[in-house]
């Protein structure tokens, strides 16, 4: 009997982890990316928590009252391109508008669902290749100074009204489990349970490498149009045409391109972030230290320590920002001493929509199309799990969770 034949589009680790489930269920599955993957998009640059407590968005009502004073700081995790602004004020409008306790608790809600299964799914995924060295189970630690207490509170009830599991730190817990770290914290909170990767991108291309091992196919294509013969969706290239029984649109933060073709408007931007390397410093910390007054990270890596952070509304094509490079290597010099000069600067695409909750589902126009994308701060986590939904959607199995949440329909 010929197979099912499926198409996806983004080889990010959305889109490998999409494939690979699809794979266990039998389905032939052809995968395209515009880049090599393991290399520069969101999924090679990014923190490597896995975090499956993080279920507190951005879109917070303590949030719009600080968003003044972070963009004022040069130390802040928050900036803006001014000529990007004016195309994102829709962007912003609608962000407002998500920033009501209702709707804050709302997505707090439905990503607690899809977070807390997110490590389960990885294991089905990591049982299958050789991750040795790769992934470390040392948690991973917040800290935060005697400022905004109100929003630390704020977020540890939700924490433990939605059952994500918490242990707090005074500060000689937090010199204890980090005596490098300066002693500049009031407070923080430690994720047991979380891990973290010590190279995303090399995870991620080994994941890859097991889906082409298994008989999937890789085509290094960027793909500017789909078709359709009747309700089948077509890809071409220059030489091949190929027909699918399903799609999946799996680019990141430039899906927007591809759904705008299939005349959704759906309101996806981008968080613009970055990453720098103190090489040979990974061993001044034991696992990821999230510095919360700041909005930065530093994770301990192949590569050395990572510093990663910001908040960058500027879109898609504006360059790097030098100033954004700078408050990463200053607030890094902040917690740590007898740091050198840094390398490998690197610019990366959160995909985020304005509530804050994922795409994952059916496009609303086409039956054969189907999304995962959004997955903002999230989406290194969430790839094996939203990997698992969509392989349940198109083999229409129940998942025994409530998806409309994440449907695109809810933009309409
Ligand atoms: C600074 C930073 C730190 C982060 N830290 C964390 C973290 O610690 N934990 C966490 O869970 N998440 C984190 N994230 C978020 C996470 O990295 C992203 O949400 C996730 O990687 C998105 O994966 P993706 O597969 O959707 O997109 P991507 O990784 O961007 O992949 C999309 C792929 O689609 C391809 N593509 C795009 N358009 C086309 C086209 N037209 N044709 C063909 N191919 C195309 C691209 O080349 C790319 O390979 C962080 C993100 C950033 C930027």
Known sequence: MKKIRIGII?????????????????????????????????????????????????????????????????????????????????????????????????????????????LPAYDELFEEVDLTGLVEN??????????????????????????ADQQLLNKKEIHDLEPNIKKIYHGGVFYKQAKHAKNPGKIWLRLFEHFKKQGGTFLKFNINELNFDEDKPVIRSETQRFVFDKLVIACGAFSKKLT???????????????????????????????????????????????????????????????????NLINNAKYLLDGLPEHEDEWLGFRPTLPDYLPVIGPSKNYKNVFYSFGHHHLGWTLGAISGKIISRMISNENTNLELSPYSSLRFK
């Open 10 to 118: 983004g080889a990010g680790i959305q889109g490998v982890c999409s494939a690979l489930f699809l794979q266990k269920k039998g389905y032939e599955v052809i995968l395209f990316d515009r880049e090599d993957p393991g290399k520069q998009a969101a999924s090679y640059g990014n923190a490597g928590h896995f975090s499956p407590y993080a279920s507190i968005p951005l879109n917070r009502p303590d949030i719009l009252t600080d968003i003044p004073a972070m963009l004022l700081s040069s130390t802040g995790p928050l900036a803006l391109r001014w000529n990007y602004v004016p195309k994102m004020i829709p962007w912003f409008l609608k962000f407002i508008k998500s920033c009501t306790t209702k709707n804050m608790m709302h997505t707090a809600k439905y990503m607690h669902q899809i977070l807390d299964l997110a």
């Open 138 to 163: 040392n948690g991973i630690m917040y800290i935060w100074n005697d400022q905004n207490l109100k929003s630390r509170e704020l977020e540890i009830k939700i924490r433990d009204e939605i059952g």
């Open 260 to 326: 705008d073709k299939l005349h959704e408007n759906i309101p996806l931007d981008t968080e613009r972030g970055y990453h720098i390397h103190f090489k040979g410093c990974d061993h001044l910390i034991s696992r990821p230290v999230v510095f919360q007054n700041r909005g930065f990270g530093m994770t301990p890596m192949e590569q050395g320590l990572r510093v990663v952070g910001t908040v960058e509304f500027g879109g898609l094509q504006n360059p790097p920002s030098k100033g954004r490079i700078k």
